[in-house]
């Protein structure tokens, strides 16, 4: 089964600072793979995906992240955090197909001044 | 124009009550979902509807019953509600895996 693990349940960061948000995911075969935002109140909005091709993927918002298969990560990075970036992130893993996405369980980003 | 909306935003309803939450999509996609959002974050899937058939019933209570009267409407009708129930539950969808849209979610408490 597959499965996605975001050890990070809250992050804090300085404004201006950079960013990375740590995900790893279980699964058996080449995996789909996605980040998406949270805030608050509001639905998920996806900020990028990997299916196959060139590793690291670029989203939106200035949001990128990297697929390294010797690792089973997916970590998402941005160089410089604005206060408007705070909110909840989720990494997602699911076959091609049909099949739904499984979520990991979340990663709160704080930003401070 | 909203690309996946839901009805109400809000919901509170007492224990025993049924209640429907309802869900329209205008991206012309062929799946939609319903994801359950626990108090944690934690989002789970619950059922999956492509073209109007039922693909994927993850273990849901019968009290959750999808209703699909065209490719852009999935709707969630929940019977007997219950305090554990409460949740904010997301509509999405998806022209394949290639990445869902979601609705804004409807807040459920059950008091």
């Known amino acids: 089964a597959q499965s996605v693990t975001q050890p990070d349940i809250h992050i804090t960061v300085s404004e201006g600072a950079s960013l990375e948000l740590r995900c790893n995911y279980s699964?058996?075969?080449?995996?789909?793979l996605f980040w998406y935002v949270q805030s608050p109140g509001q639905g998920l909005q996806l900020l990028l995906k990997?299916?196959?091709?060139?590793?690291l993927v670029q989203g939106i918002k200035g949001f990128e992240a990297e697929f390294k298969r010797s690792q089973s990560s997916f970590n998402l990075r941005k160089p410089s955090v604005h206060w408007s970036d705070a909110a909840e992130y989720f990494c997602a893993v699911g076959p091609s197909g049909y099949s739904t996405l499984t979520f990991g369980k979340g990663t709160m980003l704080l930003v401070s001044p | 124009d909203t690309a996946v909306s839901q009805t109400p935003k809000y919901l509170v309803t007492q224990m025993g009550n049924d209640k429907s939450i309802k869900c329209e999509q205008n991206l012309g996609h062929d799946t939609m979902y319903w994801y359950k959002q626990d108090s944690k974050k934690f989002l789970k899937i619950m059922f999956s509807?492509?073209?109007?058939?039922?693909?994927i019933n993850e273990t849901v209570p019968n009290r959750f019953s999808p209703k699909s009267p065209d490719k852009a409407h999935l709707n969630l009708h929940i019977n007997s509600l219950e305090l554990g129930d409460s949740a904010v539950y997301f509509c999405?969808?998806?022209?394949?895996?290639?990445?869902?849209?979601f609705g804004s979610g409807t807040r459920l408490t059950v008091v």
């Open positions: 699964y058996g075969a080449t995996p789909y």
């Open positions: 990997y299916f196959s091709g060139d590793t």
């Open positions: 999405a969808s998806s022209p394949d895996s290639y990445g869902y849209t």
């Open positions: 509807y492509n073209n109007k058939e039922l693909i």
